[in-house]
């Protein structure tokens, strides 16, 4: 089992629609998590940290359920722009190295 | 910007060269990250670098090596280049103490042909 597993995609939706990604870790141990953000041959840059009670960043909206090892993002009122990769990550303490999901591709379509 | 860069931004070697990149962390941070990423793929950790020593390995042969110098700017070496180690590689650095928040350099893209 992969440590962490995100929806393959790709999502192709309309401009103003909801979309919701979707991970799971494996390792209980795990303690910060994150969204990133990669657009096209460019390099990953953070999008939200995700905790335990949710939290919202304008459009964007992140929850961690601990018990069932799972993080979700949830992007409301698409745009054009926000068309990127967008990469689940999880660290397990300090120093310990960042570990990302394999990314789901978002197509935003006019 | 993060205030990372990475030297060159592209490069193309063959086969059984040796290739070796370049790393400049912000200002302030102590902690080098280097991480593959391949077409399709999330980026996969080689090592990390602190205060000059390797501080942490993924599964990467021996024949991934890496330095730190006291100025905590890092170089990334790869021996005997095969063709799968064509990939993104990304480098990050982070601030004393808070190891989870890694900035990310533009990253140098490496074609093995």
């Known amino acids: 089992r992969k440590e962490v597993e995100q929806d393959p995609g790709p999502f192709n939706v309309p401009e103003g629609a909801t979309v919701a990604f979707n991970c799971t870790y494996s390792n209980s141990a795990s303690q910060s998590f994150f969204w990133y953000r990669q657009d096209c041959r460019k390099e990953p840059k953070l999008l939200m940290s995700v905790y335990s009670s949710g939290n919202e960043d304008g459009r964007f909206t992140a929850q961690l359920n601990r018990a069932s090892q799972y993080i979700s993002l949830l992007i409301r009122d698409s745009k054009l722009s926000d068309s990127a990769t967008y990469l689940c990550?999880?660290?397990?303490?300090?120093?310990?190295?960042?570990?990302f999901g394999k990314g789901t591709r978002l197509s935003v379509i006019a | 910007e993060t205030g990372v860069t990475q030297s060159p931004t592209h490069l193309i070697k063959t086969r059984g060269q040796q290739v070796t990149l370049r790393c400049s962390s912000q200002s302030g941070h102590n902690t080098v990250s280097w991480y593959q990423q391949a077409l399709g793929q999330g980026p996969q950790f080689i090592f990390q670098?602190?205060?000059?020593?390797?501080?942490g390995r993924g599964n990467f042969p021996p024949r991934f090596s890496g330095l730190q110098f006291p100025n905590y700017s890092s170089e990334l070496n790869v021996n005997a280049l095969e063709l799968d180690d064509s990939a993104l590689y990304l480098c990050a650095s982070s601030p004393p103490d808070r190891g989870r928040e890694q900035y990310f350099g533009p990253g140098t893209r490496l074609t093995v042909t």
């Open positions: 990550v999880v660290n397990i303490a300090g120093n310990t190295p960042l570990v």
């Open positions: 670098y602190y205060r000059e020593e390797e501080n």
